[in-house]
């Protein structure tokens, strides 16, 4: 069975009209939510005290019309509008609208409708001369400055992790690197709506402290096959599809600088979005930020020493993409709604230079619905039969916290259990999965 053949996946798709699961509260609750808080943002730049371009300020309560009436297509299960901008996507996103002319907001699968719904923001943006504002850049900035804690505690520990030289020193700096990568995903903005700021820091915590206490929570844990893969790499190439900026993607270049520092990796490309995305994922204006963030002591206002050490890291970094070895880019593909098992008939050329890969580390939740299509896959499923054939032959890394319905590669027995006692284990970003396949 192939992406391309009609029977996959061979199960159904999450939607927005399962009431059991966590589409429906998404987009009922969650997504709305989101765009009223993109619309204050809209309204902050053009009521600001002093603010005299009215040109802009009158495009931009035409954004904070047009989002609204996005809002209440969203809220009232509207039909499909088409895409009506000329962006590089528009048209591919056009023939999907087509495909799904007889399903509406909830009807559609959830990863299509929640994937519309942040383009059809960007083209509100772009249709009315606001193209370059990302309404969800200061949340961001907010949710990293609140990173503090851990942004120093990591800075300071990774020297010292990175100069672990023995074969089990290595592979017990790889374990630690590793978990931080992936508890930085615990928590995203998108996800903010229901999740309080103290969770919100709990979760954080995890990725600075009790390693060995948070891997009791990876529900499916190939870390070990992951090592065995990376230490035979002997200087291939990364490619690390991104998800959230600030503090995940902080967490990410640490443990991206660990490979290459090691001679594991020597090149590694990091996929950010073209567009703001689901709130909080990694544009290219977000990949430069952090650099001057971490770089500007009054940010997080650290002294002396941990000022130093985060200054350390970013000369280090800046080095590795001045050379070359490190690099950021861009597709369209990942801010397209497919699926991933489908990358070979949508984006060929993308996925000849994947194919060249040493590892495809894919990051967080979203990244990992896509590579099982957001479809109800049985919980016990491996990992490489969900991402499907296209896939076969590429080392692929999952590091994805728990924030949705579709899960893979349990062992027997652990979803019900689960199930009996924590309603929420899908989606509460408590627990984690690594998974390996190639
Ligand atoms: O469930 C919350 C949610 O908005 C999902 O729709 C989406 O998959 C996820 O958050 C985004 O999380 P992440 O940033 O880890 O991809
Ligand atoms: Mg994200």
């Known amino acids: 069975m192939d992406a391309s053949s009609a029977e996959f996946p061979p199960y159904p798709p999450c ?42 300020a009158k495009d931009g309560k035409k954004v904070v019309e047009e989002l609204g009436r996005l809002r209440h ?7 499909l509008e088409v895409i009506r901008d000329s962006e590089e996507d528009a048209e591919e996103w056009n023939r999907v609208i087509a495909s799904r002319a ?38 961001k900035r907010i949710a990293f400055k609140d990173s503090k804690a851990a942004v120093a505690e990591l800075s300071s520990r990774f020297s010292v992790i990175r100069s ?49 206490e948070s891997e009791k929570n990876i529900l499916s844990n190939d870390i070990d096959s992951a090592w ?21 993607l902080f967490g990410d270049l640490l443990f991206a600088d660990y490979l290459h520092s090691s001679g594991r990796v020597k ?30 002591p009054a940010f997080f206002g650290f002294k002396g020493d941990a000022q130093k050490a985060v200054e350390t890291l970013v000369a280090r970094w800046k080095g590795y993409l001045d050379s070359g070895a490190w690099k950021l880019t861009t597709h369209a593909f990942w801010t397209l709604p497919h699926p991933y098992p489908q990358i070979n008939e949508r984006a060929p050329e993308l996925y000849a230079t994947l194919k060249e890969s040493g590892l495809v580390l894919f990051k967080g939740d979203l990244n990992y619905r896509k590579l099982l299509s957001d479809a109800h896959w049985p919980a016990t499923t491996p990992f490489a039969e969900a991402i499907g054939k296209a896939w076969q032959g590429i080392p692929v890394l999952a590091l994805r916290t728990n924030k949705s319905d579709p ?18 284990w899908r989606w509460s970003g408590k627990y984690g999965v690594v998974e390996f396949a190639k």
């Open 267 to 296: 090149n590694t490309v990091f996929h950010g979005k073209r567009i703001p995305w689901f709130v909080s994922d990694v544009t290219p204006a977000d990949f430069d930020a952090l650099f001057e963030q971490l770089l500007d």
């Open 73 to 79: 297509e969203l809220t009232r299960d509207r039909a």
């Open 15 to 56: 939607r927005g009209t399962d009431k059991d699961g966590f589409a429906f509260p998404t987009l009922a609750k969650r997504l709305p939510v989101i765009l009223t808080k993109a619309v204050d943002a809209v309204c902050r730049v053009y009521l600001a005290p002093g603010y005299s371009d009215a040109a802009h």
């Open 164 to 212: 672990f030289s023995s074969e089990s020193g290595e592979r017990l700096a790889f374990h630690e690197l590793l978990q931080i990568c992936l508890w930085g995903n615990a928590t995203d903005l998108s996800l903010l709506p229901h999740l309080s700021a103290e969770m919100a820091a709990e979760l954080q915590s995890r990725a600075s402290s009790m390693l060995s």
């Open 228 to 248: 065995d893969h990376v230490k035979g790499l002997n200087g291939g190439r990364c490619d690390v599809i991104l998800d959230n900026a600030g503090f995940e």
């Open 102 to 139: 007889k399903e509406a907001w909830f009807s559609a699968p959830w990863l299509f409708s929640e994937c519309y719904a942040y383009r059809r923001v960007r083209e509100t943006l772009v249709l009315n001369n606001w193209a370059d504002f990302d309404p969800f850049a200061e949340s």
């Open 407 to 424: 899960i893979v590669g349990l062992a027997e027995g652990v979803a019900e259990k689960l199930q009996s006692t924590e309603e929420d």
